[in-house]
T-cell receptor
Framework: KAGVTQTPRYLIKTRGQQVTLSCSPI?????VSWYQQTPGQGLQFLFE???????NKGNFPGRFSGRQFSNSRSEMNVSTLELGDSALYLC?????????????FGPGTRLTVT | AQKVTQAQTEISVVEKEDVTLDCVYE???????LFWYKQPPSGELVFLIR??????QNEISGRYSWNFQKSTSSFNFTITASQVVDSAVYFC????????????FGPGTRLSVLP
């Protein structure tokens, strides 16, 4: 069974630009979550989608948004990039929402904002 | 509010030594889930274990074992006879919400196993 895939793996953007990251969950998984990982703040929850609906959102500004498609694939978008948005963005999928189900993580997209 | 503390920022051991990674959590919920993940240098988080708040049984999986104590709000992870391949950052995480994936991760412990 293929794991969680994230594209692109690496990205360099300029301050003020916007970026879209993509995540394809494990086949059959309908819940997708996004996390930001930085050396200073560690792993922080961004948002979670299930059946195309955002169920939970972390404490991030409105510049961070996401969506989920009917095939459970998810995208996250960051507009008006700031230097502090440089991070590893991790996507995780699970069968359904809730702590009963393990999350499986993708390799991440490393975003560098210059 | 939920919080996870991993007091050990970095640990170095020599191969074959046993090592315990500490995790202390805070939550006001009676139903919650605790997790351990491993992040090797490649960056991908690898699921190790999940434990719900009603199951205080310790668990052993090969060289890995976990000790869950609600009385001290701790969920510690022990690696027996450590190996170089165990070198990674280990994260403890807490999920209070049964219907969401609002995980809170600890800051992680970087384990270096020296040959």
């Amino acid at each position: 069974k293929a794991g969680v895939t994230q594209t692109p793996r690496y990205l360099i953007k300029t301050r003020g630009q916007q970026v879209t990251l993509s995540c394809s969950p494990i086949s059959g998984h309908r819940s997708v979550s996004w996390y930001q990982q930085t050396p200073g703040q560690g792993l922080q929850f961004l948002f979670e989608y299930f059946s195309e609906t955002q169920r939970n959102k972390g404490n991030f500004p409105g510049r961070f948004s996401g969506r989920q498609f009917s095939n459970s694939r998810s995208e996250m978008n960051v507009s008006t990039l700031e230097l502090g948005d440089s991070a590893l963005y991790l996507c995780a999928s699970s069968l359904r929402p809730g702590g009963l189900y393990e999350q499986y993580f993708g390799p991440g997209t490393r975003l560098t904002v210059t | 509010a939920q919080k996870v503390t991993q007091a050990q920022t970095e640990i170095s051991v020599v191969e074959k030594e046993d090592v315990t990674l500490d995790c202390v959590y805070e939550t006001r919920d009676t139903t919650y889930y605790l997790f351990w993940y491993k992040q090797p240098p490649s960056g991908e988080l690898v699921f190790l274990i999940r434990r719900n708040s009603f199951d205080e049984q310790n668990e052993i999986s090969g060289r890995y074992s976990w000790n869950f104590q609600k009385s001290t709000s701790s969920f510690n992870f022990t690696i027996t006879a450590s190996q170089v391949v165990d070198s990674a950052v280990y994260f403890c995480a807490l999920s209070e919400d049964n219907y969401g994936q609002n995980f809170v991760f600890g800051p992680g412990t970087r384990l270096s196993v020296l040959p």
